[in-house]
């Protein structure tokens, strides 16, 4: 057998074995690494939710604690008796009025100092400057009380006024202490951690990675929610109860406690087994990677053994042979050329045999070449002294012409240098040693290579030279290094000279120093990279900075935060104060937001208002947190500028990387959702980019557009809810419902109608919804037919000056009188600026409009501004009518529909839906209802049908204080 063969057989096998161990490794690692990643992934992110459950359980429980030793008071309380006090005190006589000089201040110090204390709280504002107001206010109500002693002794005043600034002061003292002394509600807080355990719940049942423990995390999400239903009744009962822990519902609280024994012992038994199914899993695949180990060893052995066997017949078929290739080897290295060797076998030595006779021939073929060229070289030689001599004669004259052409060269500004077909410098000017700060001599012998720094030399050589040879010339900028280690930018251009005969190539080129441009380069993109006001990197810098910190968190694998901060109303300030004053707080704040940034930290300032900050490498999520903390905590205290204090608060939002972004622009954009998002919800908060917000906001700007789009093409539609006169059980108006169905869906009143209010296009909405009503009472009217109709009308429409004219200019133009249109304001559209809804509802009242209070219960206004408004009728709440099952919903019923009775209002309820509720309500006294149970809110046609069958009543009737209703009450119903 030949050794190729031999080679062939040996290669064979060990390839054979070696494919069969790599598909056995790499089939193996596949299913291991897809068995790590299943257990790493799986239960490392299931022993992380049930963590955090565990530890939102126990803060949950502090907060629960905390709400039910909660007695918290309104600070409004205690500011209307001040104001009250006040008041009376201002209406006194100028000599009665200068005994109290120095009571009233101290009581504007009181009420400032109480508004400030309720700021804070609202903010949780908990600091030194708290405890100090705390202390002030306290002295102020001291001061106050013993200036009214004194007062009192010296009787300055009749005794009935005495008597009753005596009792004010009691009682502004009572509920000044007691809102000093209460606490701050925390019932968000709860709801918060509450929201978070289901969330967390919610995502382990998704797990199959624990399936077995569904059943325990389906009893556990049961205590949670139980909990979670229970607390805010029980607080509330504590609310309406004082007494409430002391003397009721033990039974209840019992209860609850055994909820939250059983949810955290819940917890702690889910981990524990938890644990031990990852440790189980843990063994069971080391015991297989052992049995891979051992079976790889033995295949292992088998190749080498194959292939060990395979070398040693190689060797003894090949050692012969190589003998006689070395006895040949050494024949002809003596000399003896025509010495043979036998070819043999046609393997790799074999080859080789004739590999060698070729060489041998070839190295005679030289040997007859060599010979005849000697007879050449001698004849050559004779001819080269003859041009030797022709050529020292054509040099002498180059020389003069050159003598003049170094004078003009030494005298250039600009560096010169020759250099050979090498690039090896031969000449340069002196205008070269200044660039370098090398003396000529030193230069002789060097490349332009050797003097760059950037880039390296031997690439600027090697572009350099392959540029001359397929060009014939180079330009660019190069950075040299001088002698004295000083860096100098040149622009430099090269030519190549051909050489002609005899004459060898040459290279010349000339430099320039370019240090000045490039300064105003640098000095020119600095003042484009950073914001004119603050000094800070702009946009365009921190994305560039982004991009950078993105390629070294993917390289060691780290992450860090994006930041992005805007301040509340800071438009309000520019307007009201000028932009100069803006600019110097703009300026403040970017010094603020700096000082608190750690050194591998950004600040930037992206426009107007708006700035971000991005954090070095994190270690968790706690320390992105802590850096926004550190940067919310910039505006607790006042911003002083020219003797004023001004007070700022910043909505942010947070993305991380890589989690929220894999490029910077993608991070600027998420971190601006999550800042929009704070801003929905208020000031000064903080919200953290997730793929649920990413949705909802594209949700909300796809039905934003579509918005529009509505108001543009007046898609709106009305439908109207009849309004039935209990007494009478027929028809008495109805109230005018809009409608809107956004690609062939229905889309709720609920969700659009604010978004309308936040889009300010509600002015444009209700424009259709009275263009729509008018003309459809104007086609009722034709039918001769004529309901009552109400329409809702939002906050903004109460501070609009133009809102009277433009209602009645619409009125007028379908020949509709006034009393057959009311109109239903919300409280809480009523509380926003109550000044100007008073006055813009007398002159609705005066023009014939039913006014009446829409969702009575659910907003902020009281007794006390209900008498100030010249309402006509009011409106329960449909969640009051849903509850009258539970007792403290009948008794709100049955206050309100009494108080409404004082007052002389009609009581409208809404929501009705089962002959029970209308039982109810209709033995308190209730003047009218709406709900299923009647009809549900119908197109204009279908309504006028049905009118005509029950028309009867009006909505706007004036019912007389203590007037009864016409049904007999029955107290005990509402019991």
Request: aromatic content about 6%.
């Amino acid at each position: 057998m030949g050794i190729t063969s031999l080679e062939r057989l040996a290669a064979l096998l060990v390839a054979v074995c070696s494919l069969s161990i790599c598909w056995l490794s790499l089939d193996h690692s596949n299913r291991s690494q897809d068995v790590v990643r299943h257990l790493v992934e799986g239960h490392a992110q299931a022993a992380m939710l049930l963590s955090e459950t565990d530890q939102s359980l126990s803060q949950s429980r502090q907060v629960y604690d905390y709400l039910l030793s909660d007695r918290s008071v309104s600070v409004e309380d205690a500011v209307s008796i001040l104001d009250s006090f006040t008041a009376r005190l201002k209406q006194l006589d100028a000599v009665e009025r200068e005994h109290f000089a120095g009571m009233l201040l101290d009581l504007a110090h009181l009420r400032a100092g109480l508004l400030l204390i309720d700021e804070m709280r609202a903010f949780d504002e908990f600091s030194d400057t708290m405890t100090v107001t705390v202390e002030e206010v306290s002295q102020r109500l001291a001061s106050a009380e013993a200036t009214f002693g004194e007062l009192m002794d010296k009787a300055v005043l009749p005794g009935e006024t005495l008597y009753f600034l005596g009792n004010s002061i009691k009682s502004l003292k009572t509920m000044a202490t007691r809102y000093l002394r209460s606490k701050p509600d925390r019932l968000p807080v709860f709801n918060e951690l509450m929201a978070k355990i289901i969330s967390n719940l919610d995502h382990l049942l998704a797990m199959e990675e624990i399936s077995r423990e569904h059943e325990a995390l389906h009893a556990l999400q049961s205590e949670v929610v139980g909990l979670r239903t229970n607390i805010p009744r029980l607080r509330a009962n504590l609310r309406y109860d004082p007494n409430f822990m002391a003397n009721t519902n033990k039974a209840e609280r019992e209860a609850v406690k055994k909820l939250w024994d059983a949810a955290m012992h819940s917890v702690q038994a889910i981990k524990e087994r938890h644990n031990r199914h990852m440790r189980q899993h843990s063994g069971a695949f080391q015991q297989e990677s052992e049995a891979d180990k051992r079976t790889f060893l033995i295949l292992t052995g088998c190749i080498l053994a194959l292939a060990a066997a395979g070398l040693y017949s190689i060797r003894r078929c090949a050692v012969g042979r190589i003998a006689v290739l070395k006895k040949g080897a050494a024949l002809i290295s003596n000399g003896q050329l025509e010495h043979r060797i036998p070819p043999g076998p046609g393997d790799v030595i074999g080859e080789l045999a004739v590999e060698f006779n070729s060489m041998a021939e070839s190295l005679q073929n030289e040997k007859r070449i060599s010979a005849k060229a000697m007879e050449e070289l001698e004849r050559s030689r004779d001819l080269l002294d003859e041009r030797f001599r022709e050529r020292n004669l054509e040099l002498s004259e180059a020389i003069d012409s050159l003598q003049l052409k170094d004078a003009a060269l030494a005298h250039s500004r600009d560096g010169v240098i020759v250099c050979d077909e090498k690039l090896r410098v031969i000449d340069a000017n002196p205008a070269i040693s200044r660039l370098t700060g090398y003396p000529m001599a030193s230069l002789l012998g060097l490349t332009p290579g050797s003097f760059c720094s950037n880039p390296p030399s031997e690439n600027f050589q090697g572009t350099l030279l392959q540029s001359l040879e397929s060009q014939g010339r180079f330009e660019g900028e190069v950075e040299i290094m001088t002698r004295d280690g000083k860096r100098v930018p040149l622009r430099v251009l090269f030519a190549r000279i051909p050489g002609n005969g005899e004459r060898l190539p040459r290279h010349v080129g000339i430099c320039l120093d370019i240090t000045e441009q490039r300064d105003n380069e640098h000095k020119l993109k600095r003042q484009a990279l950073s914001d004119a006001l603050t000094g800070l990197p702009n946009r365009e810098a921190l994305i560039s900075s982004l991009a950078g910190r993105i390629r070294k968190a993917k390289a060691d694998s780290s992450r860090f935060a994006v930041l992005h901060l805007d301040l509340d109303d800071f438009k309000k300030i520019n307007d009201s104060l000028g932009h100069a004053t803006g600019d110097s707080l703009l300026k403040i704040v970017a010094m603020r937001l700096s000082s608190v940034m750690r050194k591998d930290g950004l600040v930037a300032r992206l426009g107007a208002d708006e700035f971000a900050l991005v954090s070095g490498p994190l270690e968790s999520d706690s320390q992105a947190l802590a850096m926004a903390k550190r940067a919310a905590g910039c505006f607790r205290g006042p911003l002083e500028l020219s003797g004023e204090s001004y007070r700022l608060s910043a909505s942010l939002g947070m993305a991380t990387f890589p989690r929220d972004g894999s490029d910077a622009a993608e991070l600027v954009k998420n971190a601006g959702l999550a800042l929009h998002r704070a801003k929905m919800h208020g000031k000064g908060r903080l919200e953290v980019f997730t793929q649920e917000l990413d949705e909802q906001v594209r949700s909300r700007v796809a039905l934003e557009r579509d918005l529009h789009k509505a108001v543009e093409d007046r898609q709106f539609e009305v439908h109207y809810q009849p309004i039935i006169d209990i007494v009478t059980s027929r028809i008495a108006g109805a109230e005018a419902l809009l409608r809107w169905t956004r690609n062939g869906t229905p889309v709720s009143p609920g969700e659009f109608i604010p978004l309308c209010e936040e889009m300010h296009i509600m002015r444009g909405v209700t424009e259709i919804l009275l263009e729509k009503v008018t003309r459809d009472v104007k086609t009722w009217k034709a039918q001769g037919i004529a309901p009552h109709v109400s329409v809702n009308i939002s906050a903004l429409h109460l501070s609009e000056p133009d809102f009277l004219e433009r209602l009645t200019d619409t009125l007028e133009s379908q020949g509709i009188a006034s009393d057959r249109i009311g109109l239903e304001i919300t409280e809480t559209a009523i509380m926003q600026n109550p000044q100007a809804a008073a006055e813009t509802l007398r002159q609705l009242r005066e023009r014939g409009h039913a006014l009446s209070v829409d969702d009575f219960g659910t907003g902020y206004s009281s007794l006390r501004y209900l008498q100030k408004f010249p309402f006509t009728s009011l409106k329960i709440d449909r969640q009051f009518i849903a509850d009258l099952d539970r007792k403290e919903s009948r008794a709100i019923v049955k206050a309100t529909i009494a108080m409404a009775r004082t007052l002389g209002l009609a009581v409208i309820a809404e929501g009705v839906e089962t002959v029970g509720q209308l039982e109810l309500i209709t033995g308190k006294g209730c003047d009218f209802y709406q709900g299923f149970l009647f009809s549900p809110a119908l197109p204009a046609n279908g309504f006028a049908d049905l009118f005509r069958d029950k028309a009867e009543g009006f909505l706007d009737r004036a019912v007389q204080p203590g007037e009864k209703s016409a049904v007999p009450s029955d107290d005990d119903t509402l019991q």
